[in-house]
């Protein structure tokens, strides 16, 4: 088993620094709260009726991670990997053939993914693409606060499944 390391973000860092520092600290924050568990209890959903559980988490950050970094930031002219318009919470609609295995490499390979295109931008360049629904730029220094919130918000929810499943708790 390996232990995801959480570095904490620095207190003295300069505003890029700081934003990919909270940004990967949250990406971490994810993984940690599925380490050690079977591909069953990755599956478990968070209560009924909800079909929330920590496979779909991660494959819905997968999906967040390419909306924001491939689709908008750089123009990438991508489809989903998990939704489709028929089944727009495709990522959280698990079936027998998804496994752990395949959401967690996807999940990592669009983090590395935005990580490569990030590195091109400056914190107020504004992006390539635009939102597909409103139509609205944004500046890289947005896009990190945004995926901050994103995950900052579904790590509570990790929070709560994980603590359903083993009773495992922690910050």
């Not at 924050?29 to 050690?36: P, Q, R, V, Y």
Request: charged share 30%; aromatic share 10%; net charge negative.
């Amino acid at each position: 088993m390996t232990t995801t390391e959480r570095p904490q973000p620095s207190t003295t860092a300069d505003e890029r620094t700081m934003l990919e520092g909270w940004l990967d600290y949250h990406r971490r924050t994810l993984a940690w709260k599925c380490e050690g568990l079977s591909e069953a209890q990755l599956r478990t959903a968070a209560v009924e009726p909800s079909e929330l559980s920590l496979m779909g988490l991660v494959r819905h950050m997968a999906e967040v991670e390419r909306i924001w970094f491939r689709r908008t930031l750089v123009n990438e002219d991508l489809g989903p990997i998990y939704f489709s318009d028929e089944d727009p919470d495709g990522e959280f609609h698990l079936t027998d053939a998804d496994t752990w295995e395949e959401a967690y490499a996807t999940w990592q390979a669009e983090i590395e993914i935005a990580r490569r295109n990030a590195a091109r931008f400056g914190l107020d360049d504004l992006t390539e693409g635009r939102h597909r629904r409103t139509g609205a730029q944004y500046n890289l220094r947005w896009l990190y606060t945004h995926m901050i919130e994103e995950y900052a918000r579904h790590n509570g929810h990790a929070d709560l499944i994980r603590e359903r499943i083993d009773g495992a708790t922690g910050y």
